[in-house]
C-alpha cells in the first residue's frame, strides 16, 4: 500500500515540475518586465519603458518582452503626441513643446516630435505678428494690419489668430480685396471740380498743380478730348478714378506722386498692367475642383496644375491674386469628422423547465434459434413463438421509474463597443460575428467522376452601416442600417450525379432594421425591439394515459422551453471637427466688373443738394477750362465749400478752413487750409493756432501750439495744406483752431494783397 503512495507522490512532482517549465518556456517570470507593464499603466511611462528596455537587455532572446516592448513603445509615443497636439490646437504651447520634448527624450531621431517642435516656434511666431497687426489695427493702419495678416495665412491659411483678425479687418475696410494707389497723403485731399467741355489736358494739369500729383501719358492718348464732371467734397484719388473710368484710361503707379495714364485696351493692358504669380497649395479640396472654381469666376489668365504636390501656379493681376486667396480659404477646408460611439447588446435569456415522472415506456424481449438454425429472423409470427423453431429466450420491462422536477436559467448578455471615426458623407462599417462558409460542390463527369467544393463564405453576427451627414448648426443626420443574423439550422439539397453525399446549406435567420435620425453632437439614440421570443413545450407519459384528466398529470412528464434574445443599438456621435460658418463678409464681398475681376469700384461721396447747379454759359463746346468753370459762379456762391480747381480771378482772395466737428479720444485728423480766388503769383504767409494741452501737431515740428504756413504758386504745397492733429486730452471737451496775422504779397508788382480770414473752428472731443 505505501508503494502505491509513492509512486502517486512521484507522478505528482514530476506534473508540477513539467507545469514550471511549461511556464518558463511559454512566459517569463522577468521582475523588470511585470514592473514596466504596471508603471505604464499608472502613466509613468518614461520609467516603465526603462524597466522594459531593462527587461530585454537581461532577456535579450524572450520574444515576449521584446514583442511587449515595441507594442508599448508605439502606444506610449502616440498618447503623448496626441496630448501634444491637443495642447497646440488649444494654444497651450508651452505645455505642448514639453509634451515634444518628453518625445525627443526618449528618442532623440523621432520626426513627428520634431515637426511637432518646429510647428510650435512658427506658431509663436505667427501670434507675435498677429499682436503686431492688433497694434496696427489699434492705430487704424488697416492696410499694414492687411498686408502683416495676408503673410501670416501665406504660411499656415488655417492659423486661427489670423483668419480672426482677418476677418475683422475686412469688416473695417470698404474695399479689403484689391489693392489702393497707395500714394502720399495729397491723393486723400477733398476738393470740388466743376468742368464742363473742358480739355483733358487742362483738367490734368490744374490736378497735378493743386495737388502736387505727376501725369505721364501714353502717346496714343488724346489730350485734347473733352470733359465734364461736376463733384464737390471728395477726394482727388475718387475724383482721379471716375475720370480714367469715364474716358476709358488707366494708370500705373510709378512711384509716390507720380501715375502713368494709358488707354485701357487689351494691347495697353499687356504692355503696361503688372502681373503676378502666386502659389496656391491646396491642402483639403482637390486641386482640379478648386482649379476650375477659380477659372470659372475669376477668369484666371494662366494656371498650371500640379497635381502630385496638389497645387496650382496662378499668373494674374494683384487684383485678381487677391480674389484667388479668398477663394481658396473659403474653400480649402478640412472635411468635417464624426466619432460614431457605438454600444450593440444581445441580451439572451432561457428558461428550462422540467417536471414530471419518466415510467417505463417499452418491453423488449430477445429470442433464441433452434438448434443449427442460422441468425435469428428479424420478425417471428405468434405461433412459432415457445416453438421449436423460436424459444422465448427472457422478457425484460425496465423497474426503474425517474420524477424530474428541474428548472434551469441562463442570462447572457453579449456587447460591443466599437468607436469608428468617419469623415462626411463617407459610410462607416461594423461587423461583428463570423464568416460562415457555404460549400458548392461542382462535378465533373467522366469515367471517373471528380467532385470538387468551393466555399462561399456568409457574414453571420451583427452588422452595422452607418452614413453621416455633419450640418453647420452641430447635428448629424445618420442613415443607420442595423442587421442581426444567425443560424437556425441546415437544409440538405439534391445529391448530384457521382457524389457521395448531399450538400448541406446553413438556415439563416435575420433581424434588419434601417431609418434615417438627426441627433445633436452628444446626444445617445436607441434602437431597440428587434426581439426573437421561442416556446417549446413536450408531454411525454404512457400512452393512452395521456388523455385521461387525472391521471395525465400523474403518469406523464413535461418539458417547457422558453428563449428570448433582443438586439438593442446605442449610437452616440460626437463631431471631431465642423466647418467654420463663414461671416457676412466673408460669404459676401466685391468681386470687380465682368471684363477685369477684383478692379477696384469707382464711388464718390454724397453731395450737398443743389450743390452742381449748371448755370448757363455763352460759349459753344470748345470753351476753355477757365471759361468752362465761370459757368459754376451762381452755384459757388451759394455754396460754403469753395473749388480749389478755379483760378479765375476774384475780387478779394479767401483762407478757408476745413476740420471735423467731432473728434474721439486718442484719435487722428486732419485740418485743410486753402487760399481761394488768389491771382497766380501771389504768396501768402499765415499763423494756425491750436491748444497744444489738447492737441498735437503730427508735422514733426514743436509743440508750441502755432504754425506758420506759406501758401502760393511757387511754394510746394500750392494753394493748399494739410495739417494733422492727434487728441492727447485726458477728457472730453472743446478745444478751437484759428488763423491770425495772414500776409500775402503780389510776385509781379510787389504790392500786397488782402486775404480774408476764415471763422475760427471748434472741434468737440469726445
Known amino acids: 500500500m505505501r508503494s502505491w503512495k509513492t509512486i502517486v507522490l512521484i507522478i505528482l512532482s514530476i506534473s508540477i515540475a513539467g507545469c514550471a517549465i511549461n511556464n518558463r518556456t511559454f512566459g517569463t517570470r522577468n521582475t523588470a518586465f511585470d514592473d514596466g507593464q504596471k508603471l505604464i499603466a499608472q502613466g509613468q511611462f518614461e520609467n516603465g519603458l526603462a524597466k522594459l528596455e531593462q527587461a530585454q537587455r537581461e532577456e535579450p532572446d524572450n520574444k515576449e518582452i521584446r514583442t511587449m516592448l515595441i507594442r508599448l513603445r508605439e502606444d506610449v509615443i502616440s498618447k503623448i503626441l496626441l496630448e501634444a497636439d491637443g495642447f497646440r490646437f488649444s494654444g497651450d504651447l508651452d505645455q505642448a513643446e514639453q509634451q515634444y520634448q518628453r518625445v525627443l527624450n526618449l528618442y532623440p531621431f523621432h520626426e513627428r516630435a520634431k515637426e511637432g517642435i518646429d510647428a510650435v516656434k512658427l506658431e509663436r511666431r505667427h501670434i507675435a505678428a498677429v499682436d503686431a497687426a492688433r497694434a496696427l489695427l489699434v492705430r487704424n493702419d488697416f492696410k499694414g494690419a492687411e498686408t502683416m495678416v495676408r503673410a501670416i495665412l501665406q504660411e499656415n491659411p488655417q492659423q486661427s489668430h489670423a483668419r480672426q483678425l482677418i476677418a475683422q479687418i475686412n469688416a473695417n475696410l470698404s474695399r479689403p480685396e484689391v489693392t489702393d494707389l497707395a500714394l502720399e497723403s495729397a491723393f486723400k485731399k477733398s476738393v470740388s471740380m466743376e468742368f464742363k467741355d473742358a480739355d483733358l489736358k487742362s483738367v490734368f494739369e490744374i490736378m497735378s498743380r493743386t495737388a502736387g500729383i505727376n501725369f505721364v501719358f501714353d502717346k496714343d492718348i488724346r489730350q485734347d478730348g473733352k470733359i465734364s464732371i461736376f463733384v464737390r467734397d471728395n477726394t482727388i484719388e475718387d475724383i482721379l478714378k471716375l475720370i480714367l473710368t469715364t474716358n476709358q484710361l488707366a494708370y500705373k503707379v510709378l512711384n509716390s506722386n507720380s501715375l502713368l495714364i494709358y488707354p485701357n485696351t487689351p494691347a495697353k493692358l499687356k504692355d503696361y498692367q503688372e502681373l503676378v504669380v502666386r502659389s496656391f497649395q491646396v491642402a483639403y479640396t482637390d486641386v482640379k475642383q478648386m482649379v476650375a472654381m477659380v477659372r470659372g469666376i475669376v477668369k484666371a489668365k494662366d494656371i498650371y496644375v500640379n497635381e502630385q504636390l496638389n497645387l496650382f501656379i496662378m499668373r494674374d493681376t494683384l487684383e485678381a491674386i487677391r480674389l484667388t486667396e479668398r477663394l481658396v480659404s473659403l474653400n480649402d477646408l478640412a472635411e468635417p469628422e464624426v466619432m460614431l460611439d457605438v454600444a450593440v447588446l444581445e441580451i439572451t435569456r432561457n428558461n428550462l423547465f422540467t417536471l414530471g415522472p419518466k415510467l417505463p415506456q417499452s418491453v423488449t424481449f430477445s429470442g433464441l434459434t433452434a438448434a443449427g438454425a442460422g441468425a435469428i429472423p428479424g420478425t417471428a409470427n405468434l405461433n412459432q413463438i415457445g416453438s421449436g423453431a423460436l424459444g422465448l429466450k427472457s422478457f425484460t420491462i425496465s423497474n426503474q421509474a425517474v420524477i424530474d422536477f428541474a428548472q434551469s436559467l441562463t442570462n447572457a448578455d453579449i456587447l460591443a463597443n466599437p468607436r469608428i471615426r468617419v469623415s462626411n458623407r463617407e459610410k462607416a462599417k461594423i461587423h461583428i460575428g463570423t464568416k460562415q462558409p457555404v460549400f458548392t460542390a461542382n462535378v465533373q463527369p467522366g469515367i471517373n467522376s471528380i467532385v470538387t467544393s468551393t466555399p462561399t463564405f456568409i457574414d453571420i453576427g451583427i452588422k452595422l452601416d452607418v452614413e453621416p451627414r455633419i450640418g ?124 477685369e475681376a477684383g478692379k477696384l469700384p469707382v464711388v464718390i461721396q454724397k453731395t450737398a443738394a443743389q450743390s452742381l447747379a449748371i448755370a448757363p454759359t455763352g460759349t459753344g463746346s470748345g470753351a476753355a477750362a477757365g471759361r468752362g468753370l465761370n459757368a459754376f459762379a451762381a452755384a459757388r456762391e451759394e455754396s460754403d465749400i469753395p473749388n480749389p480747381f478755379a483760378n479765375v480771378a476774384a475780387t478779394t482772395p479767401t483762407l478757408t478752413m476745413q476740420a471735423p466737428t467731432t ?48 501758401l502760393g504758386r511757387d511754394q510746394t504745397t ?49
Open 472 to 595: 453647420l448648426n452641430d447635428d448629424v443626420t445618420m442613415k443607420v442600417t442595423l442587421e442581426v443574423s444567425n443560424i437556425t439550422g441546415f437544409e440538405t439539397g439534391p445529391s448530384a450525379a457521382g457524389a457521395s453525399s448531399a450538400p448541406r446549406a446553413p438556415v439563416v435567420g435575420n433581424r434588419s432594421a434601417e431609418t434615417l435620425l438627426t441627433l445633436k453632437d452628444g446626444e445617445t439614440q436607441v434602437i431597440a425591439g428587434l426581439i426573437q421570443n421561442d416556446e417549446r413545450r413536450d408531454v411525454s407519459g404512457l400512452a393512452g394515459l395521456l388523455n385521461i384528466p387525472i391521471l395525465d398529470r400523474l403518469t406523464s412528464g413535461q418539458r417547457v422551453d422558453r428563449k428570448k434574445t433582443e438586439v438593442v443599438l446605442l449610437i452616440t456621435p460626437r463631431i471631431i471637427r465642423n466647418i467654420p460658418k463663414p461671416a457676412n463678409m466673408e460669404s459676401e464681398y466685391h468681386f470687380g466688373t465682368a471684363s
Open 663 to 710: 473728434v474721439g479720444l486718442d484719435k487722428e485728423f486732419s485740418v485743410n487750409v486753402r487760399l481761394v480766388g488768389a491771382k497766380p503769383m501771389v504768396n501768402s504767409e499765415l499763423q494756425l493756432n491750436y491748444e497744444a494741452s489738447v492737441l498735437e501737431a503730427l508735422d514733426g515740428g514743436d509743440k508750441s501750439g502755432t504754425r506758420t504756413i506759406k
Open 718 to 766: 500750392g494753394l493748399a495744406t494739410q495739417v494733422r492733429f492727434k487728441v492727447i486730452a485726458a477728457n472730453p471737451g472743446i478745444t478751437e483752431i484759428s488763423i491770425q496775422n495772414v500776409t500775402a504779397e503780389d510776385l509781379e508788382t510787389g504790392e500786397s494783397v488782402d486775404v480774408a480770414l476764415p471763422a475760427t473752428a471748434t472741434v468737440n472731443i469726445k
